[in-house]
């Protein structure tokens, strides 16, 4: 059974850093898609981040050039570095494993952008 464990959220003032983590197990990692994804409240999911089998990313245009994910396959793990964070930024943060036919995600972790 996948399993998707989100750590590493908090309450960071503006301009702070946070490093999201997120443990994977139940599933071949090395041939998932896996991304980031965040919603804040009254608003839709959307993508924060994407990382293919082969390290190729994408990102959303708000978190371009602060956000950076990353990708372990030896250790089954995900990562999202985000720099330089903004009070829009709150939001639950969601990791995300994905392959055609096949999505798994996370419960999520909550990230508060706050002074």
């Known amino acids: 059974q996948a399993q998707l464990v989100e750590s590493g959220g908090g309450l960071v003032q503006p301009g702070g850093s946070l490093r999201l983590s997120c443990a994977v197990s139940?599933?071949?990692?090395?041939?998932?898609?896996m991304g980031w994804y965040r919603q804040a409240p009254g608003k839709q999911r959307e993508l924060v981040a994407g990382?293919?089998?082969?390290?190729?990313?994408n990102y959303g245009d708000s978190v371009k050039g602060r956000f950076t994910i990353s990708r372990d396959n030896a250790k089954n793990m995900v990562y999202l570095q985000m720099n330089s964070l903004k009070p829009e930024d709150t939001a639950v943060y969601y990791c995300?494993?994905?392959?055609?036919?096949?999505?798994?995600w996370g419960q999520g972790t909550q990230v508060t952008v706050s002074s």
């Open positions: 995300y494993a994905g392959i055609r036919g096949s999505e798994h």
């Open positions: 139940g599933i071949m990692f090395g041939i998932y898609h």
């Open positions: 990382i293919s089998t082969d390290g190729f990313t």
